[in-house]
């Protein structure tokens, strides 16, 4: 079956401008999870979704970002008045369910901001 | 707050040699440990899962161990292939929301 897709593969924007991530988990997985990894860094979790609520927020860095997932199935990151230290690639994974699942990833949307 | 370092940062190999990578970390309350493999501008691949009862897992030339007590994990790669350049990144995972924290990355070169 498919995997984990992730759309657009790269994104360009202007410091300043909004953007929104999309993540297709696998299909059936009722977790989902966002991470952000910079150059040269471990990827590092951002929020994390279980059904249609975020179970855990905690790694968003400030109120800029925030997540949805309304229909408990495709995800969407959203990040508002970008700034240049926002460049990174975004990682979304997905797992069957909450504890002790291998968390499955896709191949991240690579953003960058001008 | 749990921290997962891995040693050596990169490493550099000719074709055929075995080889170990390291991986530690600060708080042994861990459901299971990672690794996975990075290529460049990739996603990640998952390689091996170790789950926190477990000792070590295998799958064809790796071999993954766990000490769970001491924090400590490694990732053998037997043989190494020009093939097996990669970043080589550990995670544990954490918790019933599974949350994983991921070290900096192993970044190998095999040369030919």
């Known amino acids: 079956g498919a995997g984990v897709s992730q759309t657009p593969s790269n994104k360009v924007t202007e410091k300043g401008k909004y953007v929104e991530l999309r993540c297709d988990p696998i299909?059936?997985?009722?977790?989902l999870y966002w991470y952000r990894q910079s150059l040269g860094q471990g990827p590092e979790f951002l929020i994390y979704?279980?059904?249609?609520?975020?179970?855990?927020d905690s790694g968003l860095p400030n109120d800029r970002f925030f997540a949805v997932r309304p229909e408990g199935s495709v995800s969407t990151l959203k990040i508002q008045r970008t700034e240049r230290g926002d460049s990174a690639v975004y990682l979304c994974?997905?797992?069957?369910?909450?504890?002790?699942?291998?968390?499955?990833f896709g191949p991240g949307t690579r953003l960058t901001v001008l | 707050k749990q921290e997962v370092t891995q040693i050596p940062a990169a490493l550099s190999v000719p074709e055929g040699e075995n080889l170990v990578l390291n991986c530690s970390f600060t708080?042994?309350?861990?459901?299971?440990l990672q690794w996975f493999r990075q290529d460049p501008g990739k996603g990640l691949t998952s390689l091996l899962l170790i789950q926190s009862s477990q000792r070590e897992q295998t799958s064809g030339r790796l071999n993954a161990s766990l000490d769970k007590s001491s924090g400590r994990s490694t990732l053998y790669i037997a043989a190494s292939q020009p093939g097996d350049s990669a970043t080589y990144l550990c995670?544990?995972?954490?918790?019933?929301?599974?949350?994983?924290?991921f070290g900096a990355g192993t970044r190998l070169t095999v040369k030919p």
């Open positions: 979704f279980q059904g249609t609520g975020a179970a855990d």
């Open positions: 994974a997905s797992s069957e369910g909450r504890g002790n699942y291998e968390q499955f």
């Open positions: 708080d042994s309350a861990i459901y299971n």
């Open positions: 299909s059936g997985h009722t977790a």
């Open positions: 995670a544990v995972t954490l918790g019933d929301n599974n949350d994983m924290r």
